[in-house]
């Protein structure tokens, strides 16, 4: 099974790109790369979901290395309003692995705060 | 279109007592998966219903067992509570056709004294 790491925490300000890399050496071949955001008190909300290469939304871009043993969320120019919690997910929820071993791994998350 | 709907938002329950909890998903999702989610251990995947069948199970105890109905809602129990239990339990529902494009309720917190 996939683990995942991820920094702790980040600081920023307003108006930077903020790049935010996950770790996930054993990574198999039918697993996703997604990210969610959480605010306190909330559930996560999706931000973006790879594959391979380079995927790019309204609000973010996830870059994945030929290798996918990592992965990089990109937000471009963050507002206060990005203060939380990003987590990284690795697996296939679809994929049957069958036994009692879960196959979907959340990272720690990431505490990015946005500073005016 | 509504999003995923939790209940109840709180609950406190005492040692060895066992709780359901329940969840509704979007309207035409087929998959809900289940999640527990503490300061310690972040968040962990429990599992995962797809048109009725329980499809993945992550590793937790026998005591926690969840089921889904044919309109795709689904009920999470857990029996014989510990303190360990405290913690906010998500649900989120998808396509369940691949991928992790997961839409999250916002939980139910539970408390065990």
């Known amino acids: 099974l996939a683990k995942t790491t991820q920094p702790i925490s980040m600081d920023s300000y307003e108006g930077q790109e903020v790049n935010i890399t996950c770790s996930h050496n054993n990574i198999a071949t039918n697993d996703y790369i997604t990210w969610y955001q959480q605010f306190p008190s909330q559930g996560p909300r999706f931000i973006i979901q790879?594959?391979?290469t380079k995927v790019t939304n309204e609000v973010a871009s996830l870059f994945i290395p030929a290798d996918r043993k990592s992965s990089t969320l990109s937000l471009p120019r963050v507002s206060l309003s990005d203060t939380a919690v990003y987590y990284c997910?690795?697996?296939?929820?679809?994929?049957?692995?069958?036994?009692?071993?879960?196959?979907?791994?959340f990272g720690k998350g990431t505490k990015l705060s946005v500073k005016p | 279109k509504a999003g995923v709907t939790q209940t109840p938002r709180y609950l406190i329950k005492t040692r060895g007592q066992q709780v359901t909890l329940s969840c509704s998903p979007i309207?035409?999702?087929?998959?809900v998966s289940w999640y527990q989610q503490t300061p310690g251990q972040g968040l962990q995947f429990l599992f995962e219903?797809?048109?009725?069948?329980?499809?993945n199970k992550g590793n937790f105890p026998g005591r926690f067992s969840g089921r889904q109905f044919s309109n795709s809602r689904s009920e999470m129990n857990v029996s014989t509570l510990e303190l360990g239990d405290s913690a906010l339990y998500l649900c989120?529902?998808?396509?369940?056709?691949?991928?992790?494009?997961?839409?999250f309720g916002n939980g139910t917190r539970l408390t065990v004294t």
């Open positions: 219903y797809f048109s009725e069948t329980q499809r």
């Open positions: 309207s035409g999702h087929r998959s």
């Open positions: 997910l690795v697996g296939d929820l679809a994929m049957n692995y069958g036994g009692s071993q879960g196959n979907l791994i």
């Open positions: 989120a529902s998808g396509t369940g056709t691949g991928g992790n494009k997961l839409h």
């Open positions: 790879g594959y391979k």
